[in-house]
């Protein structure tokens, strides 16, 4: 009775201990997996999972609950639901299913497969083991079998490694991502947007699908076809169309490498992709996309870019026989772009079109330890050193403005490489041997003396020299001149030396103008006698007109009465002188008959009497004239005197004739008479 007892309790016992074995709790978020102990099946083909009673890890996963299994028959394990949290991807590694094809490192992915929670959906439809091409999306909470798939995510390792591949990884520890290679930001959204002020792209390269065309260094999904057919359609396409084009992006056709099946098959290249990603958030697999954020192509106002083409329809060369400077394209062809792009923001890849970008505004450059605000072109010039002949050394601050063309830009690109260049290659190396030159041949004063003349070649020169690069010359300006320290001391004595003599000179023009103040100030403290001085002078002025008035006329009347007199006088002379010519004849033709009757002595002495008795002689001397001659010589001179007193009144030959009877009666002797005796 003991026994039987001791046996029904042993058995009550092990019956009950089977049955909590086999009893089995799954939690909320839980699910069982369970593992067959004992089968006369066996799994084959490598297989983890029996689907078909093998003895195994069972392709039936226990829901949350209460599940009963038979133990030790059975043994359950449970493990969580696979979480993704916000924010992050699951990726999905399949440990059961068909092999992957040589050469592949992902699973091809079909759309029952769904979110990979029915593994025997996910056979039945030959899925394959190993990286799946979907991701889990952020927020997946899905039971996914443990043994069957591993999913990886930022912050843990869901599932069981049981392949040899991730059995080996885990040997050691607990599966982590970087177990896999990952890092937990690689298992996160791919978000785009702006870093700052800073815009944005993603440049994308896949890590698988067919390789590269020989020669091709990005992939375009269908290539350039739709350009060139473009071209051949309408010959009359632009330029601006084209490029419309190419910036077009074909990521719609695989959702932006999220549906990476669809990438696949619509011919997607391993590599470097054409297209990239804007703006954005997506669900990426980091095992097969990686994606770079590189900034946005931004063209100002005032700029162009000029692109280079590394991928493209062969190079057909645009710019002509004569241009031997590199090949200029249409776009969609490799080489440089003949038309740039202006003013806007490109999602354009710049691994495979680079683009240099070239200032249209008026770019100055500055030869001097200062530089532009407006751009760092100018970063690494100098201030130009230069010998003088005479060998005084010259450090010349230079500004220089050049203007390049939007038209011209892709062919000034073509030529230099890039504004950098032209810059330290080009203008640097024409500017300064023009500068070097000419200081060499000039004198240091005459260098100084003409400094304009010296920018104006200058001018010349560099313009001419850029010419030929596509490049105007806008201005070439002498900023300033560091003189040797010998010459500075020389031109500030003489600078001096000026100084002084224009100080001299200002004081000379203060002096005058003093004396001009002086003079001013004295005229007009004189003003009232000035003007009393003036008026004066007009009263004195006015007198003196009225005066000389007053005697032009006096003198036309005197004038006029003096020619009636003279004409009077005139025609009185002229009746008295024909009168006295009248009796002059008559008494002249008497004194001739009566010279002839009487003769000449008594003729003259008649005349004597005559004039005596008309009164005409005066025979009584006005003066006593007494001398040795006697009486008859002082009457005779007497006589002599009348006779030329009375001369006019005479005729001519009485008068000649009385001289001479007076003459002749002086010259004869006449006899004294003896004086009486004392």
């Given at each position: 009775?003991?026994?039987?007892?001791?046996?029904?309790?042993?058995?009550?016992?092990?019956?009950?201990?089977?049955?909590?074995?086999s009893v089995h709790r799954i939690g909320a978020a839980e699910v069982g997996l369970v593992n067959k102990k004992l089968g006369f099946k066996k799994l084959h083909d490598d297989n983890p999972i029996a689907f078909?009673?093998?003895?195994?890890?069972?392709?039936?996963?226990?829901?949350?609950?209460?599940?009963?299994?038979?133990?030790?028959?059975?043994?359950?394990?449970?493990?969580?639901?696979?979480?993704?949290?916000?924010?992050?991807?699951?990726?999905?590694?399949?440990?059961?299913?068909?092999?992957?094809?040589?050469g592949n490192k992902s699973a091809v992915y079909k759309p029952q497969f769904g979110n990979f929670s029915d593994v025997g959906t996910f056979i039945d439809h030959r899925g394959e083991k190993g990286v799946q091409?979907?991701?889990?999306?952020?927020?997946?909470?899905?039971?996914?079998?443990?043994?069957?798939?591993?999913?990886?995510?930022?912050?843990?390792?869901?599932?069981?490694?049981?392949?040899?591949?991730?059995?080996?990884?885990?040997?050691?520890?607990?599966?982590?991502?970087?177990?896999?290679?990952?890092?937990?930001?690689?298992?996160?959204?791919?978000?785009?947007?702006?870093?700052?002020?800073?815009?944005?792209?993603?440049?994308?390269?896949?890590?698988?699908?067919?390789?590269?065309?020989?020669?091709?260094?990005?992939?375009?999904?269908?290539?350039?076809?739709?350009?060139?057919?473009?071209?051949?359609?309408?010959?009359?396409?632009?330029?601006?169309?084209?490029?419309?084009?190419?910036?077009?992006?074909?990521?719609?056709?695989?959702?932006?490498?999220?549906?990476?099946?669809?990438?696949?098959?619509?011919?997607?290249?391993?590599?470097?992709?054409?297209?990239?990603?804007?703006?954005?958030?997506?669900?990426?697999?980091?095992?097969?996309?990686?994606?770079?954020?590189?900034?946005?192509?931004?063209?100002?106002?005032?700029?162009?870019?000029?692109?280079?083409?590394?991928?493209?329809?062969?190079?057909?060369?645009?710019?002509?026989?004569?241009?031997?400077?590199?090949?200029?394209?249409?776009?969609?062809?490799?080489?440089?772009?003949?038309?740039?792009?202006?003013?806007?923001?490109?999602?354009?890849?710049?691994?495979?079109?680079?683009?240099?970008?070239?200032?249209?505004?008026?770019?100055?450059?500055?030869?001097?330890?200062?530089?532009?605000?407006?751009?760092?072109?100018?970063?690494?010039?100098?201030?130009?050193?230069?010998?003088?002949?005479?060998?005084?050394?010259?450090?010349?601050?230079?500004?220089?403005?050049?203007?390049?063309?939007?038209?011209?830009?892709?062919?000034?690109?073509?030529?230099?490489?890039?504004?950098?260049?032209?810059?330290?290659?080009?203008?640097?190396?024409?500017?300064?041997?023009?500068?070097?030159?000419?200081?060499?041949?000039?004198?240091?004063?005459?260098?100084?003396?003409?400094?304009?003349?010296?920018?104006?070649?200058?001018?010349?020169?560099?313009?001419?020299?850029?010419?030929?690069?596509?490049?105007?010359?806008?201005?070439?300006?002498?900023?300033?001149?560091?003189?040797?320290?010998?010459?500075?001391?020389?031109?500030?004595?003489?600078?001096?030396?000026?100084?002084?003599?224009?100080?001299?000179?200002?004081?000379?023009?203060?002096?005058?103008?003093?004396?001009?103040?002086?003079?001013?100030?004295?005229?007009?403290?004189?003003?009232?006698?000035?003007?009393?001085?003036?008026?004066?002078?007009?009263?004195?002025?006015?007198?003196?007109?009225?005066?000389?008035?007053?005697?032009?006329?006096?003198?036309?009347?005197?004038?006029?009465?003096?020619?009636?007199?003279?004409?009077?006088?005139?025609?009185?002379?002229?009746?008295?002188?024909?009168?006295?010519?009248?009796?002059?004849?008559?008494?002249?033709?008497?004194?001739?008959?009566?010279?002839?009757?009487?003769?000449?002595?008594?003729?003259?002495?008649?005349?004597?009497?005559?004039a005596i008795a008309d009164g005409h002689i005066s025979i009584v001397p006005e003066v006593l004239v007494t001398g040795g001659g006697g009486a008859l010589e002082g009457l005779a001179a007497t006589l002599m005197?009348?006779?030329?007193?009375?001369?006019?009144?005479?005729?001519?030959?009485?008068?000649?004739?009385?001289?001479?009877?007076?003459?002749?009666?002086?010259?004869?002797?006449?006899?004294?008479?003896?004086?009486?005796?004392?």
């Open positions: 009775m003991d026994v039987t007892l001791v046996a029904a309790v042993a058995a009550a016992v092990l019956v009950l201990a089977v049955v909590l074995q078909h009673g093998e003895a195994g890890y069972q392709a039936e996963l226990l829901m949350p609950g209460l599940r009963f299994k038979l133990w030790p028959m059975f043994s359950v394990s449970r493990f969580p639901w696979v979480q993704v949290p916000a924010g992050e991807t699951g990726v999905v590694i399949a440990q059961v299913g068909a092999p992957l094809p040589i091409r979907p991701v889990l999306p952020p927020g997946t909470l899905v039971p996914i079998h443990p043994v069957a798939f591993v999913v990886v995510t930022s912050r843990e390792v869901f599932g069981l490694p049981v392949s040899p591949e991730l059995a080996t990884l885990g040997r050691g520890g607990t599966l982590a991502p970087q177990s896999f290679g990952l890092t937990p930001d690689q298992l996160r959204v791919v978000v785009i947007a702006p870093q700052g002020d800073i815009d944005v792209i993603g440049l994308v390269t896949t890590l698988e699908g067919s390789p590269l065309d020989k020669g091709d260094i990005a992939s375009r999904l269908g290539g350039f076809e739709d350009v060139e057919s473009l071209e051949e359609a309408d010959g009359e396409v632009t330029d601006a169309e084209l490029i419309d084009l190419l910036l077009g992006s074909k990521n719609e056709a695989h959702n932006n490498y999220q549906d990476f099946q669809a990438f696949i098959d619509a011919g997607g290249r391993i590599g470097l992709q054409h297209d990239p990603l804007l703006y954005g958030a997506y669900l990426l697999n980091p095992f097969l996309v990686r994606v770079e954020l590189v900034p946005m192509l931004v063209v100002n106002q005032g700029e162009v870019a000029v692109i280079k083409g590394f991928v493209g329809l062969p190079t057909l060369d645009t710019s002509g026989v004569e241009f031997k400077f590199g090949s200029i394209v249409r776009p969609g062809h490799r080489g440089i772009w003949q038309e740039p792009l202006r003013t806007g923001k490109y999602a354009i890849n710049p691994r495979v079109y680079a683009a240099e970008i070239v200032p249209t505004f008026i770019l100055t450059l500055n030869w001097a330890d200062a530089t532009s605000e407006a751009h760092d072109l100018d970063a690494r010039l100098e201030s130009i050193v230069g010998k003088s002949r005479e060998g005084f050394v010259f450090k010349i601050d230079l500004q220089v403005q050049i203007h390049v063309s939007d038209t011209k830009a892709p062919k000034v690109i073509s030529m230099v490489g890039t504004m950098v260049n032209l810059v330290s290659e080009v203008l640097q190396s024409a500017v300064g041997n023009h500068f070097r030159n000419t200081l060499q041949d000039l004198e240091a004063v005459r260098f100084i003396e003409t400094r304009q003349e010296v920018q104006r070649a200058a001018f010349t020169a560099v313009s001419e020299y850029l010419t030929a690069y596509e490049v105007e010359t806008r201005g070439v300006y002498i900023q300033d001149v560091v003189f040797p320290q010998e010459l500075v001391e020389v031109l500030t004595r003489r600078e001096i030396a000026n100084q002084e003599r224009s100080t001299y000179v200002e004081q000379q023009r203060a002096e005058t103008a003093r004396i001009e103040v002086e003079k001013a100030r004295g005229t007009a403290n004189m003003q009232a006698e000035l003007a009393a001085a003036q008026v004066s002078v007009e009263i004195t002025t006015n007198e003196a007109r009225a005066r000389e008035q007053e005697a032009t006329g006096e003198a036309a009347y005197v004038r006029l009465t003096g020619q009636a007199e003279a004409d009077r006088t005139q025609a009185v002379g002229l009746a008295e002188a024909r009168a006295t010519e009248a009796l002059g004849l008559a008494k002249a033709a008497g004194y001739d008959a009566q010279r002839e009757a009487i003769g000449e002595v008594a003729t003259a002495a008649v005349a004597v009497a005559g005197g009348s006779l030329r007193s009375a001369g006019p009144d005479l005729p001519s030959g009485a008068r000649e004739a009385a001289a001479a009877a007076v003459e002749a009666a002086v010259a004869e002797p006449v006899e004294e008479e003896p004086a009486p005796a004392a």
